[in-house]
């Protein structure tokens, strides 16, 4: 079946340089993406937002891209500091169902000091 | 607003016990989802509610688990009798049914069957 998937379970920075975290997704229909943060011991919380009309949106020290040619999804996050160690998922949705979401494995965050 | 809280937030119990988590999702919101969080399976969409209507339960693993929601305020999850195997992180999010800004997660009922 169609599902959403990251290509890294793990990624370690150091503090300071920027990451890329990528994810894949399957189902052709999604139109809406989201990027969220776990940290230990809380619940996913929303950092960014896409739609398919766009390539690129940029929040603060945070970008997400869409490649929807690859079906590919990619957070970036600028100047990596300590707290931004978590654990990060990409979900995605539909026009018409907006109860569909489907989240992605996820692909932990260390930031190194 | 307080976010969509959730209780307890830790729960221990023996094997074929009864088991109930609670949520508050935000007020206004008119979508209500819970989550089961593991190791190994990630992040699973068990049952969701429109309008305090269950939707889609599906994603409920068998006839144990029962989800109610008597009000816009109100919703819990019911595992009986519990199994070890049911120990996991349970969210519960909100949404307000539009397609931005996704969902609103709870900070989760942990929950240890022993």
């Known amino acids: 079946g169609e599902s959403v998937g990251l290509h890294l379970p793990t990624l370690s920075v150091q503090e300071g340089d920027n990451s890329i975290i990528n994810c894949a997704y399957s189902n052709s229909a999604s139109d809406y993406f989201i990027w969220y943060k776990q940290e230990s011991g809380k619940g996913p919380q929303f950092i960014i937002d896409?739609?398919?009309?766009?390539d690129k949106r940029q929040g603060q020290r945070v970008t997400v891209l869409l490649n929807k040619t690859v079906k590919h999804l990619s957070l970036q996050i600028a100047a990596t500091q300590p707290g931004d160690s978590a654990v990060y998922f990409c979900a995605e949705n539909t026009l018409y169902n907006n109860n569909d979401m489907r989240f992605g494995a996820g692909t932990r965050l260390t930031v190194k000091p | 607003d307080a976010g969509v809280i959730q209780s307890p937030r830790h729960e221990v119990t023996e094997m074929g016990q009864e088991v109930t988590l609670r949520c508050k999702p935000i007020s206004g919101h008119n979508s209500l989802f819970w989550y089961r969080q593991t190791m190994m399976r990630g992040l699973e969409l068990l049952i969701y509610f429109n309008n305090n209507v269950p939707i889609d339960d599906s994603g409920m693993p068998e006839d144990r688990f029962s989800a109610k929601m008597p009000n816009a305020s109100f919703s819990t999850l019911k595992i009986q009798p519990s199994e070890p195997r049911d120990s996991a992180v349970y969210f519960c999010?909100?949404?307000?049914?539009?397609?931005?800004?996704?969902?609103?997660f709870g900070s989760g009922t942990r929950l240890t069957v022993v």
């Open positions: 999010a909100s949404s307000s049914g539009l397609q931005d800004y996704g969902y609103t």
């Open positions: 896409i739609r398919s009309n766009m």
